[in-house]
């Protein structure tokens, strides 16, 4: 197996067996998760290109 390296993305599984992801910050700590669990992994791997692909998105906010 491939050493670890951080900034990265985790697909584990839940106790019903779904795909989940987590997301690990550069210092390794965990920082986001999937809102959902997933059937299928390659599903759950759709989520995080659709994470990765939004990076460039606008960032609103309220006062």
């Avoid at 670890?4 to 550069?26: F, L």
């Amino acid at each position: 197996m491939a050493e670890v390296t951080y900034p990265c993305y985790w697909e584990k599984k839940d106790n019903s067996g779904q795909w989940y992801w987590i997301y690990y910050a550069v210092n390794g700590k965990a920082i986001s998760r999937s809102s959902e669990s997933y059937v299928n992994r390659a599903d759950c791997e759709h989520s995080i290109n659709i994470m990765k692909g939004s990076s460039d998105a606008k960032v609103f906010y309220t006062e």
